[in-house]
């Protein structure tokens, strides 16, 4: 048996409905947006209009003085540079890089594709303008904490103020989309569907905890933001660690997982797309497992849970197999994903483990009506017996875990042994 999150009474779900599932009340008002629809100020011609760099602006505004490079960065020279770096790798050049010109360059773009509602949309390769602009502001795929955490190297490097007060205003704008309940949706403002489910998927709750943990602590990076922002983002986490151990899913004998996704007002493992069912993952669970153990001073809480997620993933670990990828002009993808034996292949978890028996499941993309009835229409048993384009389109199978369990967590053990 499992104690699911959520398995309320209905009186108990209707009373939720109205506090869990709203933004909390905003810790971050008096971080204002920047105005980002219109042009950057370097664009326009006009003088920033965020707090300036000045020493003395900026003590009384009660922000601290960004770390000034030891060479003079002339802000106005951005958008002139050739970028050589690509998107994937802009947070992990040595910090000499972000303030020269080409780190400027991109940042301008990053402005450039700033939402007026402080966020940035998906899969945009902003180290151009090629693409057009997206409406919608998420943290699906790494949006809005890869820009934030880019422009807040760029204002440490740089001291150039618009990259600056972006960064407060990315940071604002994660803190308005929490729930009330510590959990974050997928997009925000008026998250949709699945969209305003509680989302671990593709591990973006556990980049905004990772993003605003720094801020909190006013290091490395983000030593520029004030004391207000930093308790604020320091609540953010501590409520986001709070939403993580309400929706653990705690089986008999004490292990612990979670869905890659969960309802935002009865915290129950819930549905994204159609072939991503209520389930436990053996991804997203991976991430939250090594978010836990990176806490500083654990509680006992904490502490239950990650034994219980590492017991977890120690039952439900594939061997004997591996997966392979073969050419087959048969299938319409004209290639294929076959389960192959071999005792010699390392361990390997599913993406999806069925809720009470830890099966692994499959499902391929539900497009007929029973599936509005029922999410598990779809569901099959074995990668083989679901459609070809779901097969090679989506990782089913993984190592998410193996690091964490043979690395991280027997030193975690080790440190906080009972």
Known sequence: MQTVPGAASTEDSAS???????????????????GLAAPSPLESGDAPVAI??????????GVKEPIIPPVTVDCSLASTAAVQVAWDDVNDQVAAWYATPEALTI????????????GWPKNIDMTARSAPRGDQSMIDNDATTTQIDFLARVYTASGCAQYGDAARAGIAYLLDAQYANGGWPQRFPDPQGYAAHITYNDNAMVHVLQVLRTVATQSDRFAFVDAPL??????????????ILATQVV?????????????EVTLAPAQAR??????????EGAALFEFLMSIDQPSAEVRATV??????????????????????????????RVVVQDPAAPALWARFYELGTDRPIFSSRCEVAQCEDDPYFMRR????????ERRVGYAWYGNWPARALTTTYPAWRQRWAE
């Open 52 to 61: 300036a760099a000045d020493p003395g602006a900026m003590a009384t505004a």
């Open 307 to 336: 034994r219980g997620a590492a017991a977890w993933f120690e039952a439900v670990q594939l061997t004997g197999i591996r997966i392979q990828r073969v050419t087959d002009a048969a299938q319409p993808t004209g290639e294929d």
């Open 230 to 243: 930093a308790s604020a983002s320091s609540g953010a986490v501590q409520r986001g660690i709070g939403c």
């Open 107 to 118: 940042a301008e773009n990053v402005l450039y594709y700033q939402n007026a509602d402080r």
């Open 381 to 388: 048993y074995s990668l083989a017996e679901i459609e070809n």
């Open 16 to 34: 939720a409905s109205s506090s869990a599932a709203t933004p909390s009340a905003s810790p971050a008002e008096s971080v204002k947006p920047v």
């Open 251 to 263: 089986m008999d004998g004490g292990e612990v997982g979670w869905c890659a996704q969960h309802d």
């Open 274 to 283: 159609s072939y991503e069912l209520p389930s436990l993952s053996g991804s």
